[in-house]
């Protein structure tokens, strides 16, 4: 199975369609500023399925900004509870649909960032008749929209790494988790761990990166043109560490 590198075009490239948004997700923890590593950062890891509205402190995750490290603490434990099994929020994780405005036509798929790909309904409706895995849509709360245009946020399961000589990292900081991390420009995959349940997905090690494989780029192709495109990802069989020095 070959496996590509799902991206928005850069700005040289000409665009089949016209669409952009200015839109956010609705709830978002804080940034964090670490009394440890002194080091104020804040990831963009989406979780657009994720209801916040029953939490009491939603409405203190409302406005993004950065906190102490004990403020950002007591707010992510409160929100841990409603993340699926086996994930840990991180500072900046992003919660429910995409809420704003659109401009513009929009064509079968785009990414507003390599992270946040966004599908209309038609060829959602077409993805999953063919079968394509790994599909949770959310749909965007998005005025301007032409007439009978919806438009989905595909929240994309983490499966999968890219390859270890293609992530260089650092030491990971044990108050707040910061850890410097160097990823490749055309980063490739670990071919020894390949996903093989999921037609799209995020590396864990690299979840600002979108990786699809052969059978969704030709259902992709059934639709006409998007504004997306795909470079073929290597993929490397054997795996080895590596560190920044």
């Known amino acids: 199975m070959r496996f590509y590198q799902l991206q928005r075009p850069g700005p040289s490239t000409p665009r089949h369609w016209s669409g952009s948004l200015s839109a956010e997700h609705i709830w978002s923890l804080p940034g964090v ?3 440890t590593c002194h ?12 209801d916040l509205s029953s939490l009491p402190e939603r409405d203190l995750l409302l406005e993004p900004r950065v906190e102490p490290h004990t403020e950002y603490a007591r707010l ?3 929100v841990q509870p409603f993340l699926p099994s086996g994930m840990t929020s991180e500072p900046g994780m992003q919660f429910g649909p995409l809420r704003g405005t659109a401009h513009g036509a929009f064509g079968p798929v785009s990414a507003r960032h390599g992270w946040e790909v966004l599908v209309t309904q038609d060829a959602l409706r077409h993805l999953q008749a063919v079968g394509i895995r790994g599909l ?11 007439a009978g245009v919806v438009l989905y946020e595909l929240e994309l399961p983490s499966r999968g790494l890219l390859h270890r000589d293609a992530v260089l ?4 900081c044990p108050t707040c988790g910061w850890q410097e991390t160097r ?5 490739w995959l670990d071919g020894d761990a390949l996903p093989h349940d999921v037609d799209i997905f995020r590396p864990t090690n690299g979840s600002t990166y979108t990786f699809v494989n052969a059978r969704f780029v030709e259902a992709l192709a059934a639709l006409g043109p998007g504004d997306v495109t795909f470079r073929e990802a290597n993929v490397v069989p054997e795996s080895r560490s590596g560190s920044v020095h």
């Open 33 to 35: 500023e670490c009394p």
């Open 39 to 50: 080091e104020t950062w804040s990831g963009q890891f989406a979780l657009p399925s994720v």
């Open 76 to 78: 992510a434990s409160r």
């Open 136 to 146: 949770v849509p959310v749909r965007a709360e998005l005025q301007g929209l032409d």
């Open 169 to 172: 990292t650092g030491p990971q």
């Open 183 to 187: 990823i490749s420009p055309e980063p």
